[in-house]
């Protein structure tokens, strides 16, 4: 899948309170003692940053953490209105799986109704042949002990995916070095951990089954690339653990072929089940059935769980409140269907309109723009127009509502209701893993070159970055050009490599690439001249495709805005002109203010410039902002080695 250029650096960002919406320009965050022309970053922001500090739980706060912030209060909100009110077909199974996280007494009573179901056949297992019906009988319950079921990479095949290791890695297993070492104690005390609340009484020993017959699988695993199976070859590469079987029992067996990834691990297994005594089959299943469920019972289980596997393995923390883990845990398992009521709250069809209405906009900029290109030759232009016309935005809007009608749940037994969704999802609706269309519930923003698409999901188009009534000055300056931003990688020399149907086809010529890098190296110079990290200056070099999509957004998202607004004498607001309020907003979109580890991070490794050198980087490129300040050249914001641009006739088109 292609990588996602993502614009908004949300991964990075925590929550703020401070959400004031970008259409309400706020004059105490300005500091118009400084001039714009001598530093529109400081003239627009610098209020803001004097009196927001970095909030003590992050690392950093701008625009875009208020916006994850808003967005993660939307979900909460959504919620809370769910489990009080029900008033849809879909609310009923996500207000009784949110209530099953919320009782102790009942995930612990859920523990032992669970546990007394499953543990029993471990008990009579008594012989080698047992351990491949054990493994379906398992798998069918909606533990995936072995195996795990999802899409695979065409409509009509099913994608298999090894899981016999607790670890993530068979490297862990494999390497010999002291960290690694380390870590394989640390997994051997977890085990040791969760056995004896599964009927262990021997823990030492029974980890020590467990890291054997892991280790084993590990040894033999190669990570080859996924292979392609028929069902009949499926059946005949491993005869013991009948994958076919397990296939027909969760009603999976209308797929034409078969992905399997991991076969390696599963011919390991099917080795090991003519080797291994039932004891040690019988402690690794113990274990597995622990670990598996381990996240959705009660505390004995749960945090021994969230320390090693969350915080040791993936650096992550657990929910802190009881309303967290209910939300987390209702979009882990019915995400498709939280994320639709999402949509129908805070994404109507009205608002979908409004960002289709602006993506269509800044479209037809350089729409406008291409024929004048005049790097490019006539047939390139015609290449690249084909390519515009085709290029869709992707609103992560689902084709149709998901049904629950046929799910059952209970609000008794959250462990009860994973299960019950595991075994309910590969028949109905083509759901197989955890998660869904959860893309939907957090922005995100990004040019999908390999899909010839612009990813906006739903989360993006929400305050304090998007308010459909905002004017045009707002609308273009912040979202649209951020938006721009995104469309102009489709066609620099990234989205050159990539035709209208995204297939790695090159549509440039030589000589147009020349030209374009020659055009555009006045801005490795410019930005280098930044200041970085101590005494080092920005990487220019490194940092230019994200510039270059800077200002090509910038360009495109101004002909948007002059023609939307043609007036440019309408009455000011905040002693400031339209034109002017466009420039403003584009700067108030990258205000920050951060720690100086996670500025040293960035300056070490981010593709992106700092915050602030986004904001004025492209200024001295764009006439309109002189003119709209009156700004006279050898200002500092008109500074560069000298002017580049790239779709030139956007001011044009706008006039």
């Given at each position: 899948m292609a990588a996602i250029r993502l614009t908004l650096l949300l991964a990075a960002t925590l929550a703020s309170s401070q959400t004031d919406a970008l259409e309400k320009l706020d004059p105490r965050d300005f500091a118009t003692e400084v001039a714009a022309c001598t530093d529109l970053y400081q003239f627009a922001n610098g209020g803001w940053l004097k009196n927001t500090p970095v909030p003590a739980d992050a690392s950093r706060i701008n625009r875009f953490s208020e916006l994850k912030s808003a967005v993660r209060g939307q979900r909460i909100a959504l919620l809370q209105a769910i489990m009080r009110e029900p008033t849809d077909p879909l609310d009923t199974p996500i207000a009784l799986l949110a209530r099953s996280t919320l009782d102790e007494n009942l995930l612990r009573a859920a523990r032992d109704t669970t546990l007394a179901a499953l543990l029993p056949a471990l008990q009579g297992f008594e012989h080698r042949d047992q351990v491949p019906e054990l493994l379906r009988a398992y798998q069918e319950r909606g533990i995936p002990v072995l195996v795990r079921f999802s899409a695979g990479s065409k409509k009509d095949v099913l994608r298999i995916t090894a899981q016999p290791l607790g670890l993530p890695d068979p490297a862990f297993y494999t390497r010999q070095d002291a960290p690694t070492r380390e870590w394989l104690g640390r997994y051997r005390a977890y085990i040791e951990s969760l056995l004896p609340l599964v009927g262990s009484t021997d823990p030492a020993?029974?980890?020590?089954?467990v890291i054997d017959l892991e280790s084993r699988v590990a040894a033999a695993a190669t990570a080859p690339a996924p292979e392609t199976l028929s069902l009949r070859d499926l059946e005949r590469r491993f005869p013991l653990l009948d994958l076919r079987k397990l296939i027909r029992a969760k009603g999976l067996d209308g797929y034409r072929s078969i992905?399997?990834?991991?076969?390696?691990?599963?011919?390991?297994?099917e080795?090991?089940?003519?080797?291994?005594?039932?004891?040690?089959?019988?402690?690794?299943?113990r274990f597995r059935l622990a670990h598996l469920l381990?996240?959705?019972?009660?505390?004995?289980?749960r945090e021994p769980y969230e320390r090693f596997v969350r915080r040791g393995l993936h650096g992550s923390e657990p929910p802190a409140t009881a309303e967290d883990r209910a939300l987390e845990i209702v979009e882990l398992w019915l995400g498709d269907a939280f994320a639709q009521r999402y949509i129908d709250t805070y994404f109507d069809a009205a608002r979908q309109e409004a960002a289709r209405t602006l993506f269509g906009e800044l479209r037809e900029s350089l729409a406008l723009a291409i024929p004048a290109q005049t790097r490019w030759s006539e047939e390139t232009r015609e290449t690249a127009l084909a390519k515009l016309k085709a290029l869709?935005?992707?609103?992560?809007?689902?084709?149709?509502?998901?049904?629950?009608?046929?799910?059952?749940?209970?609000?008794?037994?959250?462990?009860?209701?994973?299960?019950?969704?595991?075994r309910w999802q590969p028949r109905h609706g083509g759901g197989f893993l955890p998660g869904g269309q959860t893309d939907a519930l957090r922005?995100?923003?990004?040019?999908?070159?390999?899909q010839n698409r612009l990813l906006a999901s739903p989360g993006l188009w929400q305050a304090p970055l998007f308010d459909p009534a905002a004017e045009p000055a707002v609308r273009y300056g912040g979202i649209g050009a951020l938006l721009?931003?995104?469309?102009?990688?489709?066609?620099?020399?990234?989205?050159?490599?990539?035709?209208?149907?995204?297939?790695?086809?090159a549509w440039w010529e030589e000589a147009e690439r020349a030209a374009w890098i020659s055009a555009t190296q006045p801005l490795v110079a410019q930005y280098?001249?930044?200041?970085?990290?101590?005494?080092?200056?920005?990487?220019?070099?490194?940092?230019l495709p994200e510039n270059v999509a800077d200002l090509a957004g910038l360009e495109l998202a101004w002909a948007a805005f002059r023609r939307a607004q043609a007036d440019l004498s309408v009455p000011a607001q905040h002693a400031l002109t339209p034109a002017q309020r466009f420039f403003v907003t584009w700067a108030s979109l990258w205000r920050e203010n951060a720690s100086e580890d996670a500025r040293r991070a960035e300056l070490l490794h981010a593709a992106q410039a700092p915050a602030r050198y986004r904001a004025i980087g492209p200024l001295p490129h764009l006439p309109g902002f002189a003119e709209a300040f009156g700004c006279k050249p050898g200002q500092p914001m008109l500074q560069a080695p000298s002017r580049v641009q790239l779709w030139a006739a956007t001011e044009d088109a706008a006039q």
């Open positions: 020993s029974d980890s020590a089954w992905e399997l990834a991991g076969a390696d691990q599963l011919l390991a297994v080795r090991l089940v003519k080797e291994l005594h039932p004891v040690q089959w019988r402690a690794w299943l381990a996240p959705y019972l009660d505390a004995p289980f869709e935005l992707d609103l992560r809007i689902p084709g149709q509502r998901p049904d629950l009608a046929s799910l059952t749940l209970d609000a008794g037994t959250l462990v009860g209701n994973v299960l019950a969704i595991n922005p995100q923003l990004g040019y999908l070159r390999e721009a931003h995104e469309l102009a990688h489709g066609f620099d020399l990234g989205g050159a490599s990539f035709n209208a149907k995204g297939a790695p086809v280098s001249a930044y200041p970085g990290l101590g005494e080092r200056p920005l990487d220019g070099a490194r940092l």
